[in-house]
């Protein structure tokens, strides 16, 4: 399945029925009066979030979502049906944007959760509605109300426990692959991972969701290499695990390109729970992984964990530090919640 993580729709709520302008005609009922029932309300368009999806794969041939109209009044004082509400379900992690992207309309989070986002148009009145003792035969009436309408952007942000940061090559989809159930992409060549990858941690009975994201060179907020548009991806990780190639010329300048990039992003990236991890320990002897593992330690003020996620060497011990901090940091369950926008 191909990953799409925002597309732009076009949305227009029902508009409301007409009412009705008749009078009653029976043979027994020389006056019979108005008779014109109302016009059916228009349909609403609702939000849903839900499981079992990660992408907005469905959007991208499917752009325009217009709601059913309400039915016309009906002699007889019928009122005419309300039009059926339409449902768009979208995954966990979606945000609705206004057109320009500047604001955000609506967050969706927790499974279950749906929002009326724009509403259906009033039905019209019936001449039934108009008579009054002075005005016994109303011929007048009133059109449906239209509904709404607006282009709006979906961006979705995969909900993960924890993100994997580091520049490419740094061993990312290695270790993804090492410790969940995830067949991410891996080669010897930089940009290996172009699309964001979820995975899930099983440790010691405990459940942890891990996204790995493509890697980031310096300028990447600028737009170079992929950018950092998949950052957005890690806005909602509780922790980062920032992964540096322990073969690079100097891992400290790796790591703080990163961080910079971070920096340079914004939305709080770089105020998370991280934890450092020198990787590919096995290609370095092990006088010199200490050596590095030190410099790096004294350059960032952080405890820095070697690993080889080929061998295994460092996993357990990672891993436990990474279950641990995960329940420090977990939040309270929240309920799923229907609301107007």
């Not at 590095?292 to 990672?318: C, N």
Request: with cysteine.
């Amino acid at each position: 399945m191909k990953f799409i993580d925002q597309c732009k729709i076009y949305l227009s709520s029902g508009q409301g029925g007409d009412g009705c302008v008749s009078f009653r005609r029976e043979k027994f009922a020389e006056y019979g009066g108005p008779d014109g029932g109302n016009g059916g309300r228009g349909a609403d368009i609702v939000f849903e979030c839900v499981e079992g999806l990660n992408t907005l794969i469905d959007f991208r041939y499917s752009q325009h979502f217009r709601a059913p109209r309400g039915t016309h009044g009906m002699g007889q004082d019928r009122f005419g049906a309300a039009g059926e509400t339409l449902t768009i379900k979208v995954p966990a992690g979606t945000q609705v944007l206004s057109e320009d992207k500047e604001h955000v309309l609506a967050d969706f989070t927790i499974p279950g959760e749906k929002r009326v986002f724009l509403k259906g148009g009033d039905g019209g009145r019936g001449n039934a509605t108009f008579k009054t003792s002075t005005n016994r035969a109303p011929r007048q009436h009133t059109p449906g109300y239209p509904g709404e309408e607006a282009w709006v952007w979906l961006r979705l942000k995969l909900i993960a426990d924890v993100g994997l940061l580091g520049m490419p090559n740094a061993g990312k989809s290695t270790f993804l692959n090492a410790i969940s159930n995830a067949r991410a992409k891996v080669g010897d060549y930089p940009f290996t991972t172009l699309k964001p990858q979820l995975g899930v941690l099983r440790h010691k009975g405990t459940e942890v969701v891990i996204a790995d994201i493509p890697g980031l060179i310096a300028g990447a907020a600028d737009g170079v290499g992929i950018g950092d548009r998949f950052l957005g991806h890690i806005e909602r990780c509780r922790i980062l695990v920032h992964l540096v190639d322990g073969t690079a010329d100097s891992p400290t300048t790796a790591y703080r390109t990163v961080r910079e990039e971070l920096e340079s992003y914004g939305a709080n990236l770089k105020d998370k729970a991280e934890l450092v991890v020198l990787s590919k320990s096995d290609a370095l002897d092990p006088g010199q992984a200490s050596r590095r593992r030190s410099a790096l330690e004294r350059a960032i003020g952080k405890p820095v964990y070697m690993l080889s996620s080929l061998t295994g060497d460092g996993l357990e011990a990672l891993l436990d530090q990474l279950i641990g901090l995960s329940a420090k940091t977990a939040p309270e369950k929240a309920a799923a919640v229907w609301s107007p926008l």
